[in-house]
C-alpha cells in the first residue's frame, strides 16, 4: 500500500498515521469544519474537509469518504474504531470501490454485530456460554418458563444491543412479562430491531476480553486478556493487561476459546471476544470486530503494534509470528482522562486547553489529539487523552501511572484525571478484589451525596436531646433553628 484514508479524528487517527509513516505509507486524513486546526490533520500527508461539524456529515458520511478515497488514489481504508469502525455496508462500499477496508469482512461483522447470529455462529465450537436461549423470543408464556428453568435473577437483552444498551435485569417471574414487553418496544425503538433473547444474569462478573490477530491465511493467534471492569455506565475508566485473576491454565482456556470464535465467523484482521469471568468460570458474551480504544495495553505487554499487524494482515501477508513467539513482558495500565466533571455527575467539560502539559517518563505513554491552547469540540466523544503505563509487574505500572496522572497538567477543563487517580489507588483495585460494579460501590457522586430530609435531620435531633435529656435534663437543649419546634410553640 501507498496511500491509506484514515476515516476517523484525534488521536486514534494519529496513533494510526505513526504506524503508516513507520511503514513508508502516505496518510490522508479527512477532517469535518470543527477539526481544521487539530493535530491529525497536521500530521497527514494530505487532507480533505469532508463537511461540517456534525458526524452524520463528516465522520459517518460513507459515500463522501468513499469519493475522496477515490480521487486521491488510496490503496486502503482504516476506520479507526467507534463512527463508521463496525459497519459492513461500509465495508461494502469501500471493497466495491476498489479500495481495501483495513478490518474484517461485512459478513463477520453483521454476525457479530447480531448477538443472537454470534451464538448461532460459535454453537458448534464448544464455547463456554451464559444459560440461556440461543434464539429470539417469539412467545413470553414459554420464555417464562424457560426463565424459571434457568432461575432468577435473569437478563433480557437486545439481539442487535450490545456494549450494555438494552438490557434489562428481571429479579422474579412475577415483574418477568412487563419486563419483556418493555425491553421488546425499547429495542424497536433503539434498534428498528425487537428482537430479544434470555440469559441468567451474571451479578457480579469480571469484564475480561481476549485481543486477537486474525490472517487470510487461516492463522489466528491471540494476545492474551484485557481486564476492564473498571467502568462506569459501559464507559470503560481503567484497562489493565495482564489481568490479576486469571491463573496460566484458565489464560491458555480463554485464549484458545476466543481463536476459536474467530474461526467461527472466518475472521480477518484485529478483533477483540468479550468474556464474563466470575469465580474461575468465564463465558462468551460478544465480539468486536474492530481496533479497540484500550489496544495500547495489549501492545505493552507483548511489543506488538497492532495496527502495522492490521495493514500487514489487510496486504494479504502472512502473520510473522506464532502463539508460541508470544509471551507477556510485565503489566500495563491505561485510564482514559476525559473532559468531564466526576464532581457533577460527569457532565462533559468540554473548553480550551489552556495548559496542556504530557507527564513523561520510561514507560509512560501518552496518545491523545490536542495542543495546548486548542478546544475540545462539543460534538465528539470528550475524550483528551489515553495514558499507559508499563512497569515489570502490576504495583509497578500502579505507582507509575499515579506519579504520571499527577504530573498531567491540564487547566481550563474539568477532568476526570482525579478520579483516575481514586480508582487506581483504592484498595479494592490494588488488591485486585474488584468487579464491574467498583465506581458504583466506591464512587460517591458529590453531587448526588444524600442530604437528610427535614424530617431526617429533625427527628436525630429529638433522639440527641432525649438522650441528653437523660443523664442531665438541664443541660439538654434543642437547636435554636429546629424548625417545627419553632412552628409549634
Ligand atoms: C451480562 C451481565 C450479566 N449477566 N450478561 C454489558 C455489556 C454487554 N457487552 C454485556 N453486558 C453484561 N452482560 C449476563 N448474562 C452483565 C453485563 C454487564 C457488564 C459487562 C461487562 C462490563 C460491564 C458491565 C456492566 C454492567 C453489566
Not at 501507498?2 to 476517523?8: D, F, Q, V
Not at 456460554?129 to 426463565?147: R, Y
Not at 489487510?314 to 495500565?333: T, W
Not at 442531665?472 to 424548625?483: E, G, K, L, Q, R
Request: hydrophobic share 40%; aromatic share 8%.
Amino acid at each position: 500500500m501507498n496511500k491509506i484514508l484514515i476515516a476517523n479524528r484525534g488521536e486514534i487517527a494519529l496513533r494510526i498515521m505513526r504506524t503508516c509513516k513507520k511503514m513508508g505509507i502516505n496518510t490522508l486524513a479527512i477532517f469535518s469544519e470543527a477539526d481544521a486546526d487539530a493535530p491529525f490533520v497536521k500530521f497527514a500527508d494530505e487532507a480533505v474537509c469532508v463537511g461540517p461539524p456534525e458526524s452524520s456529515q463528516s465522520y459517518l458520511s460513507q459515500d463522501k469518504i468513499v469519493q475522496v478515497a477515490l480521487e486521491r488514489n488510496v490503496d486502503g481504508i482504516h476506520p479507526g474504531y467507534g463512527f463508521l469502525s463496525e459497519n459492513a455496508e461500509f465495508a461494502e462500499k469501500v471493497t466495491k470501490a476498489g479500495i481495501v477496508f483495513i478490518g474484517p469482512s461485512p459478513d463477520s461483522m453483521r454476525v457479530m454485530g447480531d448477538k443472537l447470529a454470534a451464538k448461532t455462529a460459535v454453537k458448534d465450537y464448544d464455547i463456554p456460554m451464559v444459560p440461556g436461549v440461543d434464539h429470539a423470543i417469539e412467545d413470553v408464556k414459554s420464555a417464562l418458563e424457560t426463565a424459571k428453568e434457568i432461575g432468577f435473577p435473569i437478563l433480557i437483552k437486545a439481539a442487535a444491543g450490545g456494549g450494555g444498551k438494552g438490557m434489562r435485569v428481571v429479579n422474579t417471574q412475577e415483574e418477568f412479562e412487563s419486563q419483556m414487553d418493555r425491553a421488546v418496544s425499547e429495542a424497536v425503538s433503539a434498534f428498528g430491531n425487537g428482537a430479544v433473547f434470555i440469559e441468567k444474569y451474571i451479578g457480579s462478573p469480571r469484564h475480561i476480553e481476549i485481543q486477537l490477530l486474525a490472517d487470510t491465511h487461516g492463522n489466528v493467534v491471540h494476545l492474551f486478556e484485557r481486564e476492564c471492569s473498571i467502568q462506569r455506565r459501559h464507559q470503560k475508566v481503567v484497562e489493565e493487561a495482564p489481568s490479576s485473576v486469571l491463573t496460566p491454565a484458565l489464560r491458555v482456556q480463554m485464549g484458545e476459546a476466543a481463536c476459536k470464535v474467530a474461526k467461527a465467523c472466518d475472521y480477518v484482521g484485529a478483533g477483540t471476544v468479550e468474556f464474563l469471568y466470575d469465580s474461575g468460570k468465564f463465558y462468551f458474551l460478544e465480539m468486536n470486530t474492530r481496533l479497540q480504544v484500550e489496544h495500547p495495553v495489549s501492545e505493552m505487554i507483548t511489543g506488538v503494534d497492532l495496527v502495522y499487524e492490521q495493514i500487514k494482515i489487510a496486504n494479504g501477508k502472512p502473520l510473522s509470528f506464532s502463539q508460541e513467539d508470544l509471551s507477556i513482558n510485565g503489566h500495563a495500565l491505561e485510564v482514559r482522562v476525559y473532559a468531564e466533571n466526576p464532581k457533577n455527575d460527569f457532565l462533559p467539560d468540554v473548553g480550551t486547553l489552556e495548559v496542556y502539559n504530557r507527564p513523561v517518563g520510561e514507560g509512560v505513554r501518552v496518545d491523545d489529539g490536542l495542543e495546548q491552547g486548542m478546544d475540545i469540540p462539543i460534538f465528539y466523544d470528550p475524550m483528551i487523552a489515553k495514558l499507559i503505563t508499563h512497569g515489570k509487574d502490576r504495583q509497578e505500572a500502579i505507582a507509575k501511572m499515579t506519579k504520571a496522572i499527577r504530573e498531567y497538567d491540564i487547566v481550563g477543563v474539568e477532568t476526570t484525571l482525579e478520579f483516575c487517580d481514586f480508582a487506581i489507588n483504592h484498595e479494592a483495585f490494588v488488591s485486585g478484589d474488584f468487579d464491574t460494579h467498583f465506581v458504583k460501590h466506591y464512587f460517591q457522586d458529590p453531587s448526588k451525596s444524600l442530604s437528610p430530609s427535614n424530617e431526617a435531620v429533625e427527628a436525630a435531633q429529638v433522639a440527641s436531646f432525649l438522650f441528653a435529656y437523660r443523664s442531665d435534663p438541664d443541660s439538654a437543649y434543642i437547636p435554636a433553628d429546629f424548625s417545627s419546634w419553632k412552628k409549634g410553640r
